[in-house]
């Protein structure tokens, strides 16, 4: 199968962006990824999204972004899936590219928080789980992810402190990207104060939402002309898999059955095993959201990826980098934009030139969105490869 490569990366700053459009967000990335890959021309445009129609009045934003990035003409249609709708956006690229029946594909993830204030958002939030079981009870996505960290402090004996670790390891990373809502460390003691959100989630344990927009452009090797001037990335791996839309009707509330099963497919078409990783972006939107995946992709046994924070093992010199440029925690829960986030965020680390937050000698680059609780899964590993 032919090589598919990054071969441009965009991104805006993440943060409260009250003056620009969700067009004018969407076109900023854009226009930095095309200018990155040296001005090639997409001829299909895949947008992630989530929740647009809920949050901004507006849908059908495959022309919208396409019309006003002056991309009239080419296919153009928007990707939903929740929190994944990043990830499944650059699955569809890469599947479009991969196919040979496009040779150019621009993915782009974008999502407007503040068109709305308040409850809104909540609301618009609620209608990525069960709305029949879960959001007519008034159950948030914090609510529960508290249930959840509550059961698994109990199961597991985990100590009232014993998720810090994630908060401090984003907030630390997030310092050195220029890209991330937050751009200062935390200590022990601040998150040991934090306020309580929903016990046991406390301020620190939860991703603020935000606004921004990221891009790629992705096409095959042999078509990128001979003078490229990045280091090659390739997607080397992608794998999408679904559970239950309800968290009750999984049969163990604790694992994470489809982010073991997509990040293991992704792995297997790379060709590679866990220790051949060199880091991993996980969809840390809520602290036990990331130990769960660490358990279920398979960096440590259930119960035990608290540890791997605690320990200080998932920092950038640790067992396993990870949430290098900050996560979601300090970067910010840009909804549908997130896995395209984490995309650009790797190729970044692939190419060398990720700075402060460089992994020495990285090579493989594992990255993972949700959609709600492990409702959707899509998992991609990214490689750097030689000119």
């Known amino acids: 199968m032919t090589d598919v490569v990054i071969a441009g990366i965009g991104q805006t700053e993440v943060g409260e962006h009250w003056n620009i459009s969700l067009r004018q967000l969407a076109f900023a990335a854009i226009k930095d990824a095309v200018k990155d890959s040296g001005g090639l021309k997409p001829q299909a445009l895949f947008v992630g999204n989530m929740l647009a129609p809920n949050l901004s009045n507006q849908a059908h934003l495959g022309a919208l972004i396409a019309d006003n990035a002056g991309l009239t003409g080419i296919e153009a249609i928007t990707i939903e899936a929740a929190g994944a ?163 009750h009707d999984r049969k163990d509330l604790l694992y994470f059955d489809v982010a073991q099963l997509s990040a293991g497919k992704a792995m297997k078409q790379a060709g590679i095993m866990l220790d051949q990783i060199s880091f991993f972006e996980y969809h840390d939107m809520f602290s036990i959201y990331a130990a769960l995946q660490l358990e279920a992709v398979g960096f440590a046994i259930k119960g035990q990826g608290w540890k791997l924070a605690a320990e200080d093992k998932i920092s950038l010199r640790g067992k396993i980098p990870c949430a290098t440029m900050g996560g979601l925690k300090a970067r910010g829960f840009t909804g549908g934009a997130t896995g395209v986030y984490q995309a650009v965020e790797a190729a970044t680390q692939l190419r060398g030139q990720a700075g402060a937050n460089q992994v020495a000698g990285a090579k493989y680059g594992l990255i993972q969105c949700l959609g709600g609780p492990a409702s959707t899964a899509v998992s991609h590993v990214f490689e750097k490869i030689q000119a």
């Open 85 to 247: 709708s990043g990830g499944a956006a650059v699955r569809q690229g890469y599947l479009a590219i991969a196919s040979g029946m496009v040779d150019v594909a621009l993915v782009v993830g974008v999502e407007k928080f503040t068109d709305q204030v308040g409850s809104g958002i909540d609301a618009a939030l609620a209608t990525t789980s069960d709305s029949d079981f879960e959001a007519v009870q008034g159950m948030t996505l914090t609510a529960q992810a508290a249930l959840l960290m509550r059961r698994y402090m109990h199961e597991y004996q985990v100590p009232a402190d014993g998720f810090a670790g994630f908060a401090i390891t984003a907030h630390a990373n997030g310092a050195g990207n220029k890209f991330a809502m937050f751009q200062k460390a935390i200590k022990p003691e601040t998150y040991i104060k934090a306020e309580m959100v929903s016990e046991p989630l406390n301020l620190y344990d939860i991703a603020p939402n935000a606004d921004g927009a990221a891009a790629l452009i992705l096409t095959r090797r042999e078509l990128l002309p001979t003078n490229f001037a990045h280091p090659l990335v390739k997607i080397s791996g992608s794998a999408s898999a679904s559970d239950t839309l309800a968290l």
